[in-house]
């Protein structure tokens, strides 16, 4: 069986995703507070993370998931000003 992974918004929340018909309850998973290494390798970009996390992505997927990343980057600074630290809905 396959398990799909919840969308970036939801780790680390209880939020339950769908699979197969089914609910799925997301694991918490730990909060890490240091970036992870990136590096432009042979036309791809390689992503280096925490907890053994390795990545490669195309120059475009990498472009997109940045754009993603700032823009949830943000929002997550604000809610953090607000106290308001609840999953976001998607």
């Given at each position: 069986?396959?398990?799909?992974?919840?969308?970036?918004?939801?780790?680390?929340?209880?939020?339950?995703?769908?699979?197969?018909?089914?609910?799925?309850?997301?694991?918490?998973?730990?909060?890490?507070?240091?970036?992870?290494?990136?590096?432009?390798?042979?036309?791809?970009?390689?992503?280096?993370?925490?907890d053994g996390v390795a990545v490669s992505l195309t120059p475009e997927a990498a472009?997109?998931?940045?754009?993603?990343?700032?823009?949830?980057?943000?929002?997550?600074?604000?809610?953090?000003?607000?106290?308001?630290?609840?999953?976001?809905?998607?």
């Amino acid at each position: 069986m396959r398990i799909r992974r919840a969308p970036a918004a939801f780790l680390g929340g209880s939020v339950p995703i769908a699979e197969r018909g089914r609910e799925i309850p997301v694991k918490k998973h730990p909060l890490f507070d240091e970036a992870s290494k990136v590096a432009a390798e042979k036309g791809e970009v390689v992503i280096d993370g925490p907890d053994g996390v390795a990545v490669s992505l195309t120059p475009e997927a990498a472009i997109e998931t940045g754009e993603r990343l700032q823009d949830s980057g943000v929002e997550a600074a604000g809610q953090r000003r607000l106290g308001d630290t609840r999953p976001a809905a998607e």
